[in-house]
């Protein structure tokens, strides 16, 4: 994999933004500002705007970000965005990615922004990839197991991903507590661990002392206007042309797993393949997205020292006292 390296500008460019000391540079615990919350929230518009102000670069928390062939249905940042951006369209959707993978680049990244005199910002929606960074994961290094995999997805593909967690819990009921019942991926990684090991998957997934001091900001949005921002999301993702980018993806990439488990293009497939109508296809994608967010928001709520807010002023305030 190939990493395009963001370009740093210099902070003496914005009189502004607040560059760095070097006990922050050099320190035991350097400073690193988490942006979380729902899809829909608003979190890469917040980012931008709080990057700009404090000499910011951007390390994306999304597991669908990473994909470049995957854009339209994915809130990526604008592409002549000034802000450096990492962990961005760094593989393709044939390409494997595991946990493993992303907490060590996003951690080789961070500590790179911090050197050069930036302040790093960790920003996104997918639960796992933000804790395996704020709790610091020591990760079991157990191999994939291709045919296991595939016993494991077919199973899935005739009883459900449901099906698939409740033969998870009955062996390691402890992962109720960080694994989603509807992450299919991440389902079949913890059984893969547990049938291959013979330990459950949250024991062998310990946590250390995190080696940043870390602010997190979650963004708390009233529920309907959370829901009005899918509905609104949705219909641009429409306009402009989610339905021919599936066509085009599923075409390239047939039966691929990653888009069969993607918001927006895993309800457009039945399209495709004339088993629904474009409208129900619509009505899916906001069903489905706003159901993804309640369970984003229960999972984020269950996050300790999480400051809630609702606008910018509240967490530019924070950020100034934090970096102080």
Same mark, same amino acid.
């Given at each position: 994999?190939?990493?395009?390296?963001?370009k740093?500008?210099?902070?003496?460019?914005?009189?502004h933004?607040?560059?760095?000391s070097?006990?922050?540079?050099?320190?035991?615990?350097p400073?690193?500002?988490?942006?979380?919350?729902?899809?829909?929230a608003g979190?890469?518009?917040?980012?931008?705007?709080?990057?700009?102000?404090?000499?910011?670069?951007?390390?994306?928390?999304?597991?669908?970000?990473?994909?470049?062939?995957?854009n339209?249905g994915?809130a990526?940042?604008?592409?002549?965005?000034?802000?450096?951006?990492?962990?961005?369209?760094?593989?393709?959707l044939?390409?494997?990615?595991?946990?493993?993978?992303?907490?060590? +680049?996003?951690?080789?990244?961070?500590? /790179?922004i911090?050197? %050069?005199?930036?302040?790093?910002? !960790? *920003?996104?929606? $997918?639960?796992?990839?933000?804790?395996?960074?704020?709790?610091?994961?020591?990760?079991?290094?157990?191999?994939?197991?291709?045919?296991?995999?595939?016993?494991?997805e077919?199973?899935?593909l005739?009883?459900?991903?449901?099906?698939?967690?409740?033969?998870?819990l009955?062996?390691?009921?402890?992962?109720?507590?960080?694994?989603?019942?509807?992450?299919?991926?991440r389902?079949?990684?913890?059984?893969?661990?547990i049938?291959?090991?013979g330990?459950?998957?949250s024991?062998?997934?310990?946590?250390?002392?995190?080696?940043?001091?870390?602010?997190?900001i979650?963004?708390?949005?009233?529920?309907? +206007?959370?829901?009005?921002?899918i509905? /609104?999301?949705?219909? %641009?993702?429409?306009?402009?042309? !989610? *339905?021919?980018? $599936?066509?085009?993806?599923?075409?390239?990439?047939p039966?691929?797993?990653i888009?069969?488990?993607?918001?927006?293009?895993?309800?457009?497939i039945?399209?495709?393949?004339?088993?629904?109508?474009l409208?129900e296809?619509?009505k899916?994608?906001?069903?489905?997205?706003?159901?993804?967010?309640?369970?984003?928001?229960?999972?984020f709520?269950?996050?300790?020292?999480?400051?809630?807010?609702?606008?910018?002023?509240?967490?530019?305030?924070?950020?100034?006292?934090?970096?102080?």
């Amino acid at each position: 994999m190939n990493q395009k390296r963001a370009k740093f500008k210099k902070s003496s460019e914005n009189p502004h933004k607040q560059k760095l000391s070097e006990k922050q540079k050099m320190g035991s615990d350097p400073k690193l500002i988490v942006i979380l919350g729902p899809t829909g929230a608003g979190k890469t518009a917040l980012s931008l705007k709080l990057a700009k102000k404090f000499n910011g670069v951007i390390v994306s928390a999304d597991s669908r970000a990473i994909y470049k062939e995957i854009n339209i249905g994915v809130a990526k940042p604008p592409k002549n965005s000034s802000i450096p951006h990492y962990m961005i369209d760094i593989i393709s959707l044939n390409q494997k990615f595991s946990l493993a993978q992303y907490q060590k +680049l996003a951690n080789q990244y961070i500590s /790179e922004i911090i050197k %050069k005199g930036q302040c790093p910002f !960790l *920003v996104g929606g $997918t639960g796992l990839y933000l804790k395996s960074i704020i709790s610091n994961y020591q990760i079991p290094k157990v191999p994939p197991d291709i045919n296991l995999r595939k016993i494991l997805e077919k199973t899935a593909l005739k009883y459900g991903p449901l099906y698939l967690y409740q033969i998870l819990l009955y062996y390691d009921p402890k992962s109720k507590k960080f694994i989603d019942p509807y992450n299919q991926r991440r389902i079949i990684r913890a059984l893969e661990v547990i049938f291959t090991t013979g330990h459950t998957f949250s024991d062998l997934r310990q946590s250390k002392k995190s080696k940043f001091d870390i602010l997190k900001i979650g963004i708390n949005l009233p529920r309907q +206007l959370l829901y009005k921002n899918i509905e /609104e999301r949705t219909d %641009k993702m429409i306009s402009q042309g !989610l *339905v021919e980018e $599936t066509k085009k993806l599923w075409n390239t990439y047939p039966n691929n797993i990653i888009l069969k488990n993607t918001l927006g293009y895993q309800e457009i497939i039945p399209f495709l393949e004339n088993k629904i109508e474009l409208e129900e296809a619509i009505k899916n994608i906001k069903k489905n997205t706003k159901n993804f967010a309640r369970r984003q928001i229960t999972w984020f709520k269950k996050e300790p020292n999480v400051f809630w807010l609702n606008n910018y002023k509240e967490a530019e305030k924070i950020i100034k006292k934090f970096l102080a």
